[in-house]
């Protein structure tokens, strides 16, 4: 039976510059995350299938005893059990991970791999703005540290829309047919779907406004001006106070804002923000708060936390990759095996990569 030479698909080989360089991103990312006090913790590359109960694309394994398990297809619920399980009489905590993650990924929402490596952090049992911001500061200073510089942070708040939404009065299946369009921007489609339900036209004018209120601090300062449903006021406050904060760090110039920003709005209670690099066309990192996702493992547990996808990073960094093959410092060769050997050894104890020819 010939044997194929080809890598499952979504799955890639790393070659010698590009996996060392790849290693240092990851080294560079670690360092920062312990500066701020996020130590290092590790979980099982299979977890069983319930604890991804919701999660699209797993990859599904029986074991010898029949029951199902999975592929962790992201870390963030392995921690969550974790935190409830483990950690939840040591309150609060500050995590950090780096992981292979895989999952079936939709080519058409950058899932151009289905195996790729993220390096992340959780800050469990903590609320607020000052720790949100903090979360999101630890990650630009982890990308910069990693040697990223043309990066954008664009940030939200899922309460702005759903106090929107909540104030339409629009029934589940419409207000998830309005989130689809507006992660569309299609505001013609938008327009015919509000038009079948009684709305105030100012509410009904901002939701059709969603897709397109995104900029700097202005477009935050202009909308606190609107009338607007109390959940929604709070999540600008809110983002006002995040943006503050980010200043203290000297990060305000990353940031952007994007009103109508609604990602996955049942796993996320309040900020969240992804980062775009240039040349990448999917977010290289991104994260939230999330206060209710630890109680599906029976704790209450508040927390924020932030993941950076590092394959898309380093392929927005490719361009300071040497893609020469490395090589050994040293290359000795002789006669006198036990000279060459001696010699070598006492070169390595220095730090060189020495080739011995016998």
Do not use: W
């Not at 109680?295 to 996808?309: D, L, Q, V």
Request: glycine share 8%.
């Amino acid at each position: 039976m010939k044997k194929t030479a080809l890598t499952i698909e979504g799955t890639n080989d790393i070659l010698f510059a590009e996996c060392q360089f790849k290693h240092r991103v990851e080294e560079n990312i670690m360092k920062c995350f312990q500066s701020y006090g996020y130590f290092q913790l590790e979980t099982p590359l299979m977890e069983h299938d319930s604890v991804f109960c919701e999660a699209e694309g797993l990859y599904r394994l029986v074991d010898r005893n029949g029951a199902v398990v999975s592929l962790r297809p992201d870390m963030t619920m392995p921690i969550a059990r974790v935190a409830a399980t483990k950690l939840y009489d040591e309150l609060p905590v500050r995590a950090s991970y780096l992981g292979n993650v895989y999952r079936f990924s939709d080519p058409t929402k950058g899932g151009r791999q289905n195996e790729f490596t993220q390096a992340g952090i959780e800050l469990l049992g903590e609320t607020g703005t000052f720790y949100d911001a903090e979360v999101i500061a630890l990650t630009v200073n982890a990308l910069l540290d990693a040697g990223a510089t043309d990066f954008m942070v664009e940030l939200g708040n899922v309460n702005f829309v759903r106090g929107l939404l909540s104030e339409s009065h629009l029934s589940e299946e419409m207000q998830e047919e309005i989130n689809d369009l507006m992660v569309k921007k299609d505001i013609l489609s938008m327009e015919e779907v509000l038009e079948t339900v009684t709305l105030e036209k100012e509410i009904k004018d901002i939701i059709l406004k969603l897709p397109t209120l995104f900029g700097g601090k202005e477009v935050l300062e202009a909308m606190m001006q609107s009338v607007l449903p109390e959940q929604s006021k709070q999540a600008l406050n809110e983002l006002y106070e995040i943006y503050t904060y980010l200043s203290y760090y000297g990060y305000e110039n990353y940031i952007t804002f994007d009103l109508g920003m609604n990602k996955n709005m049942d796993y996320y209670t309040g900020m969240i923000f992804k980062i775009f690099h240039q040349g990448v066309g999917f977010p290289v990192a991104g994260g939230g708060r999330y206060d209710k996702l630890i109680s599906r493992f029976g704790k209450e547990i508040p927390a924020t936390g932030s993941a950076i996808y590092i394959n898309r990073l380093t392929d927005g960094m490719s361009h300071v990759i040497s893609h020469a093959a490395p090589k050994a410092d040293e290359l000795l060769s002789g006669d006198d095996k036990k000279a060459l050997i001696e010699k070598a050894n006492e070169l390595r104890k220095a730090g060189k990569s020495v080739i011995v020819n016998g």
